[in-house]
Each structure stands twice: as structure tokens, then as C-alpha cells.
């Protein structure tokens, strides 16, 4: 009896000594982003080899559930954050991580830029790498007549259900809340409890949802309009479409920033100039199946792709005003 | 009596720390409410959402304790009658629902229930749909009946046979039928226990954690304890999260005091033995009412637990084994179950220490302070604390060196009250017996230690070691906010799996969860060859 408790005390002894890793000799960038891109399906660890080539040090992307949750780990962490780079907020949320004071002004040439879902990108503390159109995905073999609108879907279909993401923990959830409110204004709160008799779930991040709608379990997920791409390209299926909705399709600009506490802020910078060049470029069409935000050759079948006729955008000062209100109205409609 | 309030040099260890555990619990949750300084709790009733939730966290809690408690009685009734093959291990599996991780149980649920379920499979197999959804109010409800009908019925068997052996005598005399007897003999044995435990079920499922952010669904089936998470973790709204723990702090403490008020919660023996008692008068009825409610009991708690073990034993058993994540999240679950389980017990030493002393003198109050003051973590949100004391230490490091520090102690603390409850009479009793022999022969120190209560505690410690060992390895409030993939345990990791509807490595984790957690038990039994007494206590009071 002895033998076995002094056993399991030095045990945990022997684990409780911390074991330091031998200091590398090269400098390493710490990146904060969301699962799916840092994921072994996603652009991150081709992004990651490409810029280790380049940069003579140990990038390391530290993978959290989505977008939001960047945000709020860099806000618990505050001044004493690990993070060099935070990488995977969108430009809604722009206004809101400022606030926080724990993010430091680029010194980036913005040039190489040709963003077609705006006009010319003059942030100072963020920088674009990739956009998109959020947009509901269906297949085609299953769903014959798809909504052709967004009220239509709200309002008059009964016989779809859908899944969508958290607006608090994550940003294509956040980009349905804006989208919503774009189309519904004030009259926001009967449509989301339209919305909520469809619902089959609200999921946390967006790689749940999207899986749970190939599983089968719904007939329309909340996700891009690039997301088919994936389908074409990877799979050569051709059945999973985006809807074309008639009002519009809000977009997001994913964007990156330095942060203010980083030890290492010349590679920092390097990594975000690196991320307007074609090493990080060429990976986001398909790796994370959205638009480059330069004018690097997008793959053929891209052209297959739905383009939205309206692109619609809150600017991120109202979304960083309204935000918290707007959940509340999102959640309270979803109890009632 | 002026001698007897001095405070003796063996106490002042006990009282420094439960006098630095309340202050570190009130330091933790003011640095949250001082992140930015409005304090009104009004604002949460006013809120439409808060009440909602406020609303469903006692309709919720209301309804599991229904049903958990209702059942229970036929069910305590007909084990306490009947002898068949298996009731010894039935009964102890009984007393492992609710000390087993939540999520292992959740996940044995979903197996069964679950949209890919054994009985989806069943449906579907029909060309039907599954015609509930485990998701929600439902889920919540069926896992927290899981957990507490077992452990209710386990009370009331301790209740029940306390009946003295004369009454059941008596009771055969008069020829008293069934119900009669279960009217005028029994009933009043477990009416006598029943608000005691349904405050207490009442209280564990309104303060529910895990069980709902796994289950619930949506916004509309939300907790006050998980909208302390959600506050915290996705709006990163820490005054409303230190707002909605002192909310739910004095609910708590309301219906502590109401619950205290109509029970009188008197000394159950320390555990159910099965005497067999045959004076009743058995019928055919009543052997089919008896037996249709151990076929019940036993189909909500073994298919579970037996579907954990069998889809874990699936073909990614090697691949989950052989991950770099699983071996990490291990060890740091061993790594913190550990270290908490050790501080858990040496703090509740040094404290008992002190209480004791107290009550030798007959200063009972006071050592009930001490106690108390050491317990307040029961009422706290362990999210809360872990949060605030991470505000407060942030300026020394960084959150992936300090996290585990920060999930260790407030395991700790979350184990302590169990802890102590577990080691009160013993240590009381030890003091009583040798205090004065102590005294005389001038034992004191390591010397007192060694010989005096490791000899005679050593049972008692090792136990209350034990079960802070399984409720630190099961826990996933303290851990909630801080994990990573670089920092994981393996309910954090099981309940990522989950969410990522990895099913099949997920039932390996939560097998090897659940052979971790039923295996601490069974080694201790196997140590000490008797029947887990005292243990059984500690996790019912």
C-alpha cells in the first residue's frame, strides 16, 4: 500500500516539475486565429511552411473556436497576450477589438490590394487577407426550387430548415445577424422567430454547422458562396449550391492586425506584408474556399460560383455600437 | 472558559487558511465586478433574457427534482423488498452516477437517445424519424434524472432501513397490506427525508453546468450557470457575468434557507444494509409493481454506462490512443485531478484541525464557521472564480502558464467541501478518543500525525483523496474558459469532440474516462476490502 502511494506521489511530482523547452534559436511568431484555418484541412499549415521558408522562424498558429473568440481571448489575455498576430476577425468586429486598445497601427503598403466587395481599404490597424459573401448552401438534388430571397426564406418557406451559427461566438453567425438586420430593420424580431420554427440548430462555429448539413440534417446551411468551390474542386461535385438571394448578400472582409505587446514586431510585420504576397494569397482560394483580396488568378471553377447582385455592409462603428444591443433582440426572440 | 477560547498553536493553520479561502473567493469575484464598476442587480431582472433564463433554470431544476424524486420512492420501496441476482452491483452503481464525469454520462445518453442513437437507428431501421429531439429541455431533464433518481433512491434506502426491525414486526401482526403498510410504517420514514433531498437535487440541478451546455439547446434551454460561461466566454462581459453569479448566489442562498427551514435533515445511517426483512405480506401484484420499477431503474442506468464501454471500444481506439492530444489532455487531467485532490485534503486537515479542537470544548458554532467559510466555493460558480483569479494574476504571466495553476486550485476548492464533509466525524472522533492521552504524554506535531491520526485516518483520507481525485478529473467548469489545444484536458477535449461530432473518438475518451473514474474507486475498495461507508456519505450529504 505504501509503495503504490509513494509511486503515485513521485509521479506527480515528476510531472509537476515543469518541463521548459530548450530555447530555439529562432524567433517565433505566435498567430491567434480560428479553428478551421489553422486545422490540417485548412490553408494554415501550407501557409505556415510557406512562410517558415521566407522568414527563418518557427510561425505557430494557435487555433481557438472562431473569430469572436480571437477577440475575446486576446481581451482576457490583455496586455500580457502570447499573441504576436491576431488573424481571423472580420471587418465588422474591426471597431470593437480598437476599443480595446491591445492593437498596434500597421506600417503595411496596402497596394496590392483589389478588394471588389468595396471601395479602397484605408484601415490602419487592420489589414484584409481574404473576403467572402455569406450565403445559404443547399443540394441542388435534394431542393428543387430554392428561395430566391431571403423574406422569401424567412417568411414563406415552411418546408426548409436550416442551421446557423452563434452570432456571439462566431463571424458567418454574426454576418446573419447583420444581414438580417439589413433587410428587416426594425421589424427584425417576427423574422427571427420565423426563422427560429426552421431552425434545426444553432451551432458554435461554422465547421459544426457546415458538417451537420452534409450529414444531412438540414436543408440549407448558413456559410459563403465560395463554399461550393470546395465542392467542385475537391470533390468534383457540382450538387451543393449557393442561394442567390435578391436583397443582397452581406459580405465579410476576414482581417488581421498586429498586436500591441508583441516582442517580435518587425516579423510580425513581415508575416503581414507576407500575407498580401502570392505565399499566403494563392492558399485562400482553396484552402479556405473565400476570395484573395489580390489580383492573383482565381481557379477556373470559381466561374461557376454565385456572385451576389448587392453586396451589403454595416460599417464596423455601428456594429461596435449596436452589437450587444442586437444580440439581446437575437436572443429574446429566440425564447419567446 | 476564558482557557477554552484561546486559540491553540495546531489551530492557527486551519484558521489562516479558511480565512484566506474566503477572501481569495471574494477577491476573485470582485475582480470581476470591479472590471467595470456599476453594480445593479436589478438590471438582470429587468433584462426580458435574463428573466427568461432566470425563469428556466427553476422550471428546469423543478422538474428534474419531480421526477427524479417521485420515482425514486417506488423505486427505493421495491429494492428495499426485494432480493434478486446483481442488486449489490446495481446498488453500487447507484452511488458512481453522481460522482462520473457529466459529459461521460451525457455521451453515454446520446448513444442511446441521441440523433444517431441506438434508437434513431431503431427508428430509421423503420423508415421513421426519431420522434424527439435529445437536444434541449428533454436532454436536460433525462441526464439530470440520470444522475439524481439513482442517488435519491439510494437516501431513501438508507431511510428505509433505518425502519427498526420491531415495526416490521408489528406490521406483519396486524396483517397491514402493501399500501397500508407502505402508509403507516414506511411513508413517514421517507417523508421525513424527502425535503432534505429534493432541496438538495433541487440545488445541484439548478446550478447545472455541463449538463446543459452539452444538452441545451439554443438560447431557449440556457442556465443562469451557463450564462455566466456565455457572458464571460462569448461576449467577453465580465460584469455581467460577476452580476449573474451574485444573482445566482442569492437564489441559491434563499432557497438554502427555505430548504433549511421545512427540513429537519436528521442523521441517516451511514449506509443501506441489505437485511433481508421478510415480514410482508407479498403478493403477485406486488411482486410485478416491484419488479416493473427495478426494470425501469435499471433501464435508465445501465444501457448508458454500458454503451460508454461498448462504442468505446470502436476502431479509432488506436488512432486516439496513439494522438499526441489525447496523451496531453491525460496528463494534464492526472497532472491536475492530482495536485487538486492532494491540496483538496490537506487544506480540509489543517482545517479540521482547528474545528475540531473547537468542538472538543463544545464551541460548536464556531467550528461550523470555520467549515462554512472554507465551503462558500459551494455557491460560487467555479468559472467565476477561475476568471477572477486570472484577472487578478495576469500582469504576472501568461494565461498558458498560469491556467493550470488557476484550474488546480479552484478543483481544489471545489473538492474541499466534500472533502471535509468526509473527514468531519472521523477526525472528531479520533480527537475525542486521544486528545488527552496526547496531551499527557506530550504527543505532538509529525509525531502526533503519524501516529496518532494517519494510523487510525488512513482509511477516511485515502477515500476523500479519492473522490476529489474523480471530481477534479471529471470537471470542466474551471477549465471551460482557459483550454486550447495547447492546454486540454480530457473532458475539455471529449467535449470538443462532441462538438465536432468526432463520435467515435469521443466514445474512446469517454471510456477511458470512465475506467479512470470507476477505477480509483475499485482500487481503494480492493485496498482496504470493505464496503466504501463513509464515502458514501460524503457524496450524499
Request: with cysteine.
Given at each position: 500500500?505504501?509503495?503504490?502511494?509513494?509511486?503515485?506521489?513521485?509521479?506527480?511530482?515528476?510531472?509537476?516539475?515543469?518541463?521548459?523547452?530548450?530555447?530555439?534559436?529562432?524567433?517565433?511568431?505566435?498567430?491567434?486565429?480560428?479553428?478551421?484555418?489553422?486545422?490540417?484541412?485548412?490553408?494554415?499549415?501550407?501557409?505556415?511552411?510557406?512562410?517558415?521558408?521566407?522568414?527563418?522562424?518557427?510561425?505557430?498558429?494557435?487555433?481557438?473556436?472562431?473569430?469572436?473568440?480571437?477577440?475575446?481571448?486576446?481581451?482576457?489575455?490583455?496586455?500580457?497576450?502570447?499573441?504576436?498576430?491576431?488573424?481571423?476577425?472580420?471587418?465588422?468586429?474591426?471597431?470593437?477589438?480598437?476599443?480595446?486598445?491591445?492593437?498596434?497601427?500597421?506600417?503595411?503598403?496596402?497596394?496590392?490590394?483589389?478588394?471588389?466587395?468595396?471601395?479602397?481599404?484605408?484601415?490602419?490597424?487592420?489589414?484584409?487577407?481574404?473576403?467572402?459573401?455569406?450565403?445559404?448552401?443547399?443540394?441542388?438534388?435534394?431542393?428543387?426550387?430554392?428561395?430566391?430571397?431571403?423574406?422569401?426564406?424567412?417568411?414563406?418557406?415552411?418546408?426548409?430548415?436550416?442551421?446557423?451559427?452563434?452570432?456571439?461566438?462566431?463571424?458567418?453567425?454574426?454576418?446573419?445577424?447583420?444581414?438580417?438586420?439589413?433587410?428587416?430593420?426594425?421589424?427584425?424580431?417576427?423574422?427571427?422567430?420565423?426563422?427560429?420554427?426552421?431552425?434545426?440548430?444553432?451551432?458554435?462555429?461554422?465547421?459544426?454547422?457546415?458538417?451537420?448539413?452534409?450529414?444531412?440534417?438540414?436543408?440549407?446551411?448558413?456559410?459563403?458562396?465560395?463554399?461550393?468551390?470546395?465542392?467542385?474542386?475537391?470533390?468534383?461535385?457540382?450538387?451543393?449550391?449557393?442561394?442567390?438571394?435578391?436583397?443582397?448578400?452581406?459580405?465579410?472582409?476576414?482581417?488581421?492586425?498586429?498586436?500591441?505587446?508583441?516582442?517580435?514586431?518587425?516579423?510580425?510585420?513581415?508575416?503581414?506584408?507576407?500575407?498580401?504576397?502570392?505565399?499566403?494569397?494563392?492558399?485562400?482560394?482553396?484552402?479556405?474556399?473565400?476570395?484573395?483580396?489580390?489580383?492573383?488568378?482565381?481557379?477556373?471553377?470559381?466561374?461557376?460560383?454565385?456572385?451576389?447582385?448587392?453586396?451589403?455592409?454595416?460599417?464596423?462603428?455601428?456594429?461596435?455600437?449596436?452589437?450587444?444591443?442586437?444580440?439581446?433582440?437575437?436572443?429574446?426572440?429566440?425564447?419567446? | 472558559?476564558?482557557?477554552?477560547?484561546?486559540?491553540?498553536?495546531?489551530?492557527?493553520?486551519?484558521?489562516?487558511?479558511?480565512?484566506?479561502?474566503?477572501?481569495?473567493?471574494?477577491?476573485?469575484?470582485?475582480?470581476?465586478?470591479?472590471?467595470?464598476?456599476?453594480?445593479?442587480?436589478?438590471?438582470?431582472?429587468?433584462?426580458?433574457?435574463?428573466?427568461?433564463?432566470?425563469?428556466?433554470?427553476?422550471?428546469?431544476?423543478?422538474?428534474?427534482?419531480?421526477?427524479?424524486?417521485?420515482?425514486?420512492?417506488?423505486?427505493?420501496?421495491?429494492?428495499?423488498?426485494?432480493?434478486?441476482?446483481?442488486?449489490?452491483?446495481?446498488?453500487?452503481?447507484?452511488?458512481?452516477?453522481?460522482?462520473?464525469?457529466?459529459?461521460?454520462?451525457?455521451?453515454?445518453?446520446?448513444?442511446?437517445?441521441?440523433?444517431?442513437?441506438?434508437?434513431?437507428?431503431?427508428?430509421?431501421?423503420?423508415?421513421?424519424?426519431?420522434?424527439?429531439?435529445?437536444?434541449?429541455?428533454?436532454?436536460?431533464?433525462?441526464?439530470?434524472?440520470?444522475?439524481?433518481?439513482?442517488?435519491?433512491?439510494?437516501?431513501?434506502?438508507?431511510?428505509?432501513?433505518?425502519?427498526?426491525?420491531?415495526?416490521?414486526?408489528?406490521?406483519?401482526?396486524?396483517?397491514?397490506?402493501?399500501?397500508?403498510?407502505?402508509?403507516?410504517?414506511?411513508?413517514?420514514?421517507?417523508?421525513?427525508?424527502?425535503?432534505?433531498?429534493?432541496?438538495?437535487?433541487?440545488?445541484?440541478?439548478?446550478?447545472?453546468?455541463?449538463?446543459?451546455?452539452?444538452?441545451?439547446?439554443?438560447?431557449?434551454?440556457?442556465?443562469?450557470?451557463?450564462?455566466?460561461?456565455?457572458?464571460?466566454?462569448?461576449?467577453?462581459?465580465?460584469?455581467?457575468?460577476?452580476?449573474?453569479?451574485?444573482?445566482?448566489?442569492?437564489?441559491?442562498?434563499?432557497?438554502?434557507?427555505?430548504?433549511?427551514?421545512?427540513?429537519?435533515?436528521?442523521?441517516?445511517?451511514?449506509?443501506?444494509?441489505?437485511?433481508?426483512?421478510?415480514?410482508?405480506?407479498?403478493?403477485?401484484?406486488?411482486?410485478?409493481?416491484?419488479?416493473?420499477?427495478?426494470?425501469?431503474?435499471?433501464?435508465?442506468?445501465?444501457?448508458?454506462?454500458?454503451?460508454?464501454?461498448?462504442?468505446?471500444?470502436?476502431?479509432?481506439?488506436?488512432?486516439?490512443?496513439?494522438?499526441?492530444?489525447?496523451?496531453?489532455?491525460?496528463?494534464?487531467?492526472?497532472?491536475?485531478?492530482?495536485?487538486?485532490?492532494?491540496?483538496?485534503?490537506?487544506?480540509?486537515?489543517?482545517?479540521?484541525?482547528?474545528?475540531?479542537?473547537?468542538?472538543?470544548?463544545?464551541?460548536?458554532?464556531?467550528?461550523?464557521?470555520?467549515?462554512?467559510?472554507?465551503?462558500?466555493?459551494?455557491?460560487?460558480?467555479?468559472?467565476?472564480?477561475?476568471?477572477?483569479?486570472?484577472?487578478?494574476?495576469?500582469?504576472?504571466?501568461?494565461?498558458?502558464?498560469?491556467?493550470?495553476?488557476?484550474?488546480?486550485?479552484?478543483?481544489?476548492?471545489?473538492?474541499?467541501?466534500?472533502?471535509?464533509?468526509?473527514?468531519?466525524?472521523?477526525?472528531?472522533?479520533?480527537?475525542q478518543k486521544y486528545e488527552r492521552l496526547c496531551t499527557s504524554l506530550g504527543i505532538s506535531g509529525f509525531n502526533r500525525f503519524y501516529w496518532i491520526e494517519w494510523k487510525a485516518l488512513k482509511r477516511p483520507i485515502l477515500q476523500a483523496l479519492c473522490l476529489s481525485f474523480v471530481l477534479s478529473i471529471g470537471d470542466l467548469s474551471a477549465i471551460a474558459l482557459f483550454g486550447s489545444h495547447t492546454f486540454n484536458t480530457l473532458p475539455l477535449y471529449l467535449f470538443q469532440l462532441l462538438g465536432s461530432y468526432q463520435m467515435q473518438s469521443a466514445a474512446v475518451v469517454a471510456l477511458v474516462l470512465l475506467l479512470l473514474s470507476v477505477g480509483v474507486f475499485i482500487i481503494i475498495e480492493q485496498v482496504f476490502k470493505e464496503t466504501t461507508t463513509s464515502l458514501d456519505r460524503a457524496e450524499h450529504d
Amino acid at each position: 500500500m505504501k509503495n503504490k502511494l509513494t509511486v503515485l506521489i513521485s509521479l506527480a511530482t515528476l510531472f509537476a516539475t515543469p518541463v521548459m523547452a530548450t530555447s530555439p534559436v529562432k524567433e517565433k511568431l505566435t498567430v491567434y486565429t480560428y479553428g478551421s484555418f489553422a486545422s490540417e484541412w485548412g490553408p494554415g499549415p501550407k501557409i505556415e511552411a510557406n512562410f517558415e521558408k521566407v522568414c527563418n522562424c518557427d510561425l505557430e498558429f494557435v487555433a481557438l473556436d472562431d473569430g469572436v473568440s480571437v477577440l475575446n481571448r486576446l481581451r482576457l489575455e490583455g496586455k500580457n497576450s502570447q499573441a504576436d498576430v491576431i488573424l481571423g476577425l472580420d471587418d465588422s468586429l474591426i471597431t470593437t477589438a480598437k476599443n480595446t486598445g491591445l492593437l498596434s497601427k500597421h506600417n503595411i503598403d496596402l497596394s496590392p490590394l483589389s478588394l471588389k466587395s468595396q471601395e479602397k481599404w484605408s484601415d490602419d490597424t487592420f489589414v484584409p487577407f481574404d473576403y467572402g459573401y455569406f450565403s445559404f448552401i443547399y443540394n441542388s438534388e435534394k431542393l428543387k426550387n430554392p428561395p430566391t430571397s431571403l423574406k422569401e426564406l424567412v417568411e414563406q418557406r415552411d418546408d426548409i430548415n436550416i442551421i446557423y451559427q452563434d452570432p456571439r461566438t462566431s463571424t458567418p453567425g454574426l454576418g446573419l445577424m447583420l444581414w438580417m438586420k439589413s433587410v428587416y430593420g426594425d421589424e427584425v424580431n417576427g423574422a427571427w422567430q420565423k426563422l427560429a420554427k426552421k431552425t434545426v440548430t444553432v451551432t458554435k462555429g461554422w465547421s459544426e454547422a457546415y458538417n451537420m448539413f452534409l450529414e444531412g440534417e438540414a436543408d440549407m446551411v448558413l456559410s459563403y458562396t465560395t463554399s461550393p468551390a470546395y465542392h467542385i474542386i475537391a470533390e468534383g461535385k457540382k450538387q451543393y449550391v449557393a442561394a442567390n438571394f435578391s436583397e443582397g448578400h452581406y459580405t465579410q472582409t476576414e482581417v488581421a492586425a498586429i498586436v500591441k505587446g508583441s516582442k517580435n514586431k518587425a516579423l510580425a510585420t513581415t508575416f503581414m506584408n507576407f500575407m498580401l504576397s502570392e505565399g499566403f494569397q494563392s492558399e485562400i482560394a482553396t484552402g479556405n474556399w473565400m476570395y484573395p483580396v489580390t489580383d492573383i488568378a482565381l481557379p477556373a471553377q470559381f466561374s461557376e460560383l454565385t456572385v451576389p447582385v448587392k453586396s451589403l455592409s454595416f460599417s464596423s462603428e455601428i456594429v461596435a455600437q449596436k452589437r450587444s444591443a442586437w444580440t439581446k433582440e437575437w436572443l429574446i426572440a429566440l425564447t419567446e | 472558559m476564558n482557557v477554552s477560547l484561546k486559540i491553540k498553536s495546531v489551530q492557527l493553520p486551519g484558521i489562516l487558511l479558511s480565512g484566506s479561502i474566503f477572501i481569495f473567493v471574494l477577491m476573485a469575484m470582485s475582480a470581476l465586478l470591479l472590471y467595470s464598476p456599476h453594480v445593479d442587480l436589478t438590471q438582470i431582472w429587468a433584462d426580458p433574457y435574463y428573466r427568461h433564463i432566470t425563469q428556466f433554470s427553476f422550471y428546469q431544476a423543478l422538474l428534474s427534482t419531480l421526477l427524479s424524486v417521485v420515482f425514486a420512492i417506488p423505486i427505493s420501496h421495491a429494492l428495499f423488498r426485494r432480493q434478486f441476482w446483481g442488486k449489490a452491483l446495481l446498488l453500487k452503481l447507484f452511488t458512481t452516477t453522481l460522482v462520473l464525469p457529466v459529459l461521460v454520462a451525457v455521451f453515454g445518453l446520446l448513444a442511446i437517445y441521441g440523433n444517431s442513437g441506438l434508437f434513431a437507428s431503431l427508428f430509421s431501421y423503420f423508415d421513421s424519424k426519431l420522434p424527439f429531439s435529445i437536444f434541449g429541455l428533454n436532454g436536460i431533464l433525462l441526464a439530470h434524472v440520470f444522475f439524481n433518481l439513482p442517488f435519491a433512491c439510494r437516501l431513501f434506502l438508507q431511510a428505509l432501513s433505518a425502519i427498526p426491525e420491531k415495526q416490521h414486526q408489528l406490521a406483519s401482526q396486524l396483517g397491514m397490506k402493501h399500501w397500508y403498510k407502505f402508509r403507516y410504517v414506511e411513508w413517514p420514514y421517507i417523508a421525513g427525508q424527502l425535503p432534505h433531498i429534493a432541496g438538495l437535487i433541487f440545488m445541484l440541478c439548478f446550478t447545472s453546468f455541463a449538463t446543459v451546455m452539452a444538452l441545451g439547446g439554443g438560447p431557449k434551454s440556457t442556465t443562469i450557470e451557463l450564462a455566466i460561461y456565455q457572458a464571460i466566454k462569448f461576449d467577453f462581459d465580465l460584469q455581467t457575468g460577476a452580476l449573474l453569479a451574485l444573482w445566482q448566489i442569492c437564489l441559491c442562498a434563499t432557497l438554502a434557507f427555505f430548504i433549511q427551514k421545512i427540513s429537519s435533515p436528521t442523521q441517516l445511517k451511514s449506509s443501506y444494509n441489505a437485511s433481508i426483512n421478510t415480514y410482508h405480506h407479498d403478493s403477485w401484484y406486488s411482486k410485478c409493481w416491484d419488479f416493473f420499477w427495478i426494470i425501469v431503474v435499471t433501464i435508465l442506468v445501465i444501457p448508458p454506462l454500458l454503451m460508454v464501454v461498448l462504442s468505446g471500444l470502436n476502431q479509432q481506439l488506436l488512432s486516439v490512443l496513439t494522438a499526441p492530444t489525447f496523451w496531453l489532455a491525460l496528463k494534464n487531467s492526472l497532472l491536475i485531478a492530482t495536485c487538486a485532490a492532494i491540496s483538496a485534503v490537506i487544506c480540509a486537515f489543517f482545517i479540521l484541525l482547528a474545528s475540531r479542537q473547537w468542538r472538543l470544548v463544545g464551541l460548536n458554532h464556531r467550528a461550523d464557521k470555520i467549515e462554512m467559510l472554507a465551503t462558500v466555493i459551494l455557491v460560487t460558480p467555479g468559472l467565476v472564480i477561475s476568471t477572477g483569479l486570472f484577472l487578478l494574476l495576469r500582469d504576472i504571466g501568461h494565461l498558458s502558464e498560469l491556467a493550470f495553476y488557476i484550474v488546480v486550485a479552484v478543483n481544489a476548492l471545489m473538492a474541499l467541501p466534500f472533502v471535509l464533509k468526509s473527514l468531519t466525524v472521523p477526525m472528531l472522533q479520533n480527537a475525542q478518543k486521544y486528545e488527552r492521552l496526547c496531551t499527557s504524554l506530550g504527543i505532538s506535531g509529525f509525531n502526533r500525525f503519524y501516529w496518532i491520526e494517519w494510523k487510525a485516518l488512513k482509511r477516511p483520507i485515502l477515500q476523500a483523496l479519492c473522490l476529489s481525485f474523480v471530481l477534479s478529473i471529471g470537471d470542466l467548469s474551471a477549465i471551460a474558459l482557459f483550454g486550447s489545444h495547447t492546454f486540454n484536458t480530457l473532458p475539455l477535449y471529449l467535449f470538443q469532440l462532441l462538438g465536432s461530432y468526432q463520435m467515435q473518438s469521443a466514445a474512446v475518451v469517454a471510456l477511458v474516462l470512465l475506467l479512470l473514474s470507476v477505477g480509483v474507486f475499485i482500487i481503494i475498495e480492493q485496498v482496504f476490502k470493505e464496503t466504501t461507508t463513509s464515502l458514501d456519505r460524503a457524496e450524499h450529504d
